[in-house]
């Protein structure tokens, strides 16, 4: 199986099944996908397939064979998407475990929707747990990167 990760072609010769996470964080040695619940619940592991936020830990490769994928380590060449740039304004992380997660959520977001209301950003990211308790700087890094992409 073929797989498109940050714009590179990779082969799959495992179980079609395997969650994308372990092919990513596994096989392909990008660790910056979290492993948090492993059940969907938690948005540690969310990553980008043709642009749509997903939980890779249930996202069976198979279903993203043909499509875009895009980690952290994809979502821009040096690191310096609007989101990655407000939330070291912001000093967002406090353990890191989840912000991964929490970036790849707000990029799909911002992606649709470049001024994105409070309840919007509630919404969109009311998935994405944060065992830190970081919520305020997140919020306040989506709307400033929301700012800074007007
Ligand atoms: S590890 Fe995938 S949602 Fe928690
Ligand atoms: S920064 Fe520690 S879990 Fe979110």
């Known amino acids: ?11 799959f010769n495992g179980d079609p099944q395997t969650p994308l ?5 596994d096989e392909l040695k990008m660790t910056g996908t979290k492993y ?16 749509e936020a997903v939980r890779s830990c249930q996202y069976p490769v198979s279903a993203a064979e043909g499509k875009r ?28 475990y989840c912000q991964s997660g929490q970036i790849m959520q707000a990029a799909s977001l911002l992606a649709k929707n470049k001024s994105p209301s ?15 308790g970081t919520y305020p700087r997140i919020r306040k890094a989506i709307k400033r990167a929301a700012e800074g992409t007007k």
Request: glycine share 10%; proline share 3%; with cysteine.
């Open 1 to 11: 199986m073929k797989l498109t990760v940050n714009g590179t072609t990779r082969e």
């Open 21 to 25: 996470l372990w092919f990513i964080r």
């Open 36 to 51: 948090g619940c492993g059940m969907a619940l938690c948005g540690a592991c969310t990553i980008h397939v043709d642009g």
């Open 69 to 96: 994928i895009t980690t952290i380590e994809g979502l821009d060449d040096k690191n310096e998407h609007p989101l990655q740039i407000a939330w070291a304004e912001e000093n967002v992380p406090q353990c890191g």
């Open 118 to 132: 409070d309840t919007e950003i509630e919404q969109t990211m009311s998935g994405n747990i944060c065992r830190c």
